[in-house]
Structure formats: C-alpha cells, structure tokens
C-alpha cells in the first residue's frame, strides 16, 4: 500500500499547473527562488567529493569553507566556470542536493499527486548550444519534467526593472564571479554585446599573483577573497589586515599588513581592461543607441559592483553616469523570477530547441 501511494506521488499529470522553480546557477553562487516565496537558497557553487568512493559529501558553504585543508582523498570542485558547467556530474550532484534541500519542503503540502516541476534557468549569450543542452540536461537528470533557458543578460535586464521589450535601448553590465556581460538591449534581444572572463575569480588570481611577487607569499583562495573584499575601494578608503600564508622561502606559515592601495595595484589593469571594453561596445553600438544610453548612463548588476565606489570609477573613467541596479547579485534571479509569473514572455524568450 505505502508503495502504491509512493509511486503515486510520482506520477505528473499533464493538466496539472507546474510548480515553477527559478534557478540562476552562477560560476560562485547558485541562487533558487520560487515564484511567490522568493529567494529560497543562496549557496556556493561548489561541491566536495570522496575520491575513493566516488561520493560527493560535501556541498555549498560547507564545501567552500574547506577548500584547502582537506585530506588528499577529497577533491572540492567548482562544477561552473565562467558561467557554464565544467563538471556536469558534480552539477548534477550538487543541484539535486540544493533542490532536495530548499524546494521540496515546499512540495510536502501537495500530499498525493505532486504537480510537474517546471525549472527556469539562465546561460550567458555567449554559450554554445552543448553547454546550454548540457543545463537542460543537469535540470532534467534533478528531476525537471520542463525547463526554460533564457540568455542571461536578457533576464538581468529583466531583474532590473527594463522593459526589454521597448525599443529604448539599455547598457547593462554584469559583473560576477566568473564573466562580466556587458549588453545593449533594445525591441526585447541583444544589439551589442561583449563577454570578459576577468571578473571576481580572476581577479583574486591577480591578488595571488601580486602578493607572491611582492612578498614571496603564497595565499589561498579565501584569504585571496578576503584581500579583495574587505580592502578594494575607490573611495580612497585606506585600509589595512593582517594575512598569513606560506613563505616561498621556507615553506613556513608568515604573516604580513597588507593596504587597500596594494589591492587596488594588483587589480588595476583589470579594471582599465573592463572600461576600455565598455567603451568598445558603445563605440560599436548605431549612433541612435548611444545618445539614449548618454542619456540614460550605464546599469550594473553582479555582486562584484560591491567593491565601493566603483561606480565613481567608471563614471569618472567613462564620462557617463553609471548606476548600481538595487540588490545587484540577485539581479539574475530576480529577472526568473518575474518571467515565471509571465508565460508569455517564457515563452517568447526561452530557447525553443533545447
Ligand atoms: N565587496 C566586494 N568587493 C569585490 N568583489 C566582491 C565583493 N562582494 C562580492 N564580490 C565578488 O563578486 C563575485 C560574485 O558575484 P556574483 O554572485 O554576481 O557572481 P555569480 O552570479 O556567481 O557568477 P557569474 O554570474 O559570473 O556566473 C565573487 O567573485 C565575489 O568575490
Ligand atoms: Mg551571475
């Protein structure tokens, strides 16, 4: 009888309304929400498994937080880079625990016939039809009977308040852990765009590379985060912190005071390359463009636009005024979100052959 009613609950009946989950699996976090609830799970994209047994143990913060002091039999993974998925099994792995974890609690309340799960999800414009079949197929394999791809600067417009489908043109700029997109939207698709990889990640690589050639210092990822978010400023902010890390000379743990302007040297050349890009969209944007976007300035999504004062930075580098979009790390989710409560611009803007 218990089985009858366990497989019961399986089955998917086609006139039932799906249950939309939003799902914007970014190259650091992976963000869920459900259309009338919110934002239900903000997590690491990252996962631990057991080399000898093949198991993934570790998943999220968890996985995050012990990056760099596990044994030699545990292999911590960032199944997403640059916003696509590397290690589809890992992916696989991890976005069933977070839908485990965060969705079904709200399936329990449909006791017997459990409505089809419907995903939304986001891929950047630039990737190929492999690596947006490779989503659909890590939704599918968690247990999505439908799924909707969009392109992801579409949806962070979305998530930003723009009407997209007006033909009053908009530059946004995505700025995240693993790309920054920069994009002119205009009549509901994409005018101009341009894609860097050297966003938050790089940049803590940058960190890296520095403070070893500075001071024979080699960092971990973490304190290589920490660097970056607790000093880098263009408020002329000047801070200091103490790290440790291992000297090249001897192998031994060192400590060193770091300042915010070392942090700003090492990541300079970054952000003169991310500017020089802007300027290069906006130079080969049609000339109707550009005086609307003169007009309106420059929107910018992504967590990395935490780095205070950044918007000055640009604004003084470009000569237009450059707005910070509110909440900007959920900019994304918050674009699937409103798309779920609109079938008809899901469909119009999801990606029919996959
Ligand atoms: N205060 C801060 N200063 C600098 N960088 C920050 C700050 N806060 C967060 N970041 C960086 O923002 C990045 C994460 O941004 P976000 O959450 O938008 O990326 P994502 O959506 O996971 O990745 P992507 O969209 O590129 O696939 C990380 O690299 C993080 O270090
Ligand atoms: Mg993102």
Do not use: W
Request: with cysteine.
């Amino acid at each position: 009888m218990v089985n009858v009613i366990e497989n019961l609950k399986k089955i998917h009946l086609p006139f039932f309304t799906p249950f939309f989950v939003c799902l914007d699996i970014g190259t650091t976090i992976t963000r869920i929400a459900i259309p009338n609830k919110g934002i239900i799970l903000s997590e690491p994209t990252c996962i631990g498994q057991n080399t000898k047994t093949h198991e993934y143990i570790f998943f999220g913060g968890e996985a995050q937080s012990i990056i760099g002091k596990t044994p030699n039999f545990v292999s911590i993974v960032h199944p997403v880079v640059n916003g696509v998925i590397s290690d589809f099994d890992a992916q696989v792995a991890l976005t069933r625990k977070f839908v485990e974890q965060a969705v079904y609690p709200y399936l329990k309340s449909f006791s017997f016939l459990r409505p089809p799960l419907a995903a939304i999800s986001a891929v950047p414009h630039r990737a190929t039809e492999i690596e947006q079949k490779a989503l659909a197929e890590v939704l599918s394999k968690v247990g999505f009977s439908s799924t909707y791809i969009i392109e992801r600067p579409i949806v962070t417009a979305i998530g930003g308040g723009i009407n997209i489908f007006t033909h009053r043109p908009h530059l946004i700029i995505d700025m995240g852990g693993g790309l920054i997109e920069l994009t002119i939207i205009s009549g509901g698709g994409i005018v101009v765009e341009k894609t860097l990889k050297n966003a938050g990640l790089a940049m803590n690589h940058l960190i890296s590379n520095y403070i070893y050639l500075k001071y024979g210092l080699i960092l971990g990822e973490a304190t290589c985060e920490e660097l970056k978010t607790s000093l880098l400023n263009f408020n002329d902010d000047a801070k200091t912190i103490m790290i440790r890390g291992k000297s090249l000379e001897n192998g031994l743990p060192k400590s060193i005071r770091i300042k915010s302007a070392e942090i700003k040297e090492a990541v300079l050349s970054s952000l003169i390359q991310i500017a020089d890009v802007i300027k290069e969209v906006i130079e080969i944007a049609p000339p109707e463009i550009v005086d609307e976007i003169y007009d309106k300035g420059i929107l910018f999504a992504g967590q990395m636009t935490q780095i205070p004062g950044i918007d000055r930075y640009f604004s003084q580098e470009l000569k237009i005024n450059c707005v910070i979009l509110d909440d900007p790390g959920n900019a994304t989710i918050r674009g699937l979100m409103r798309l779920a409560k609109n079938p008809a611009d899901l469909d119009r803007l999801s990606n029919p052959t996959i």
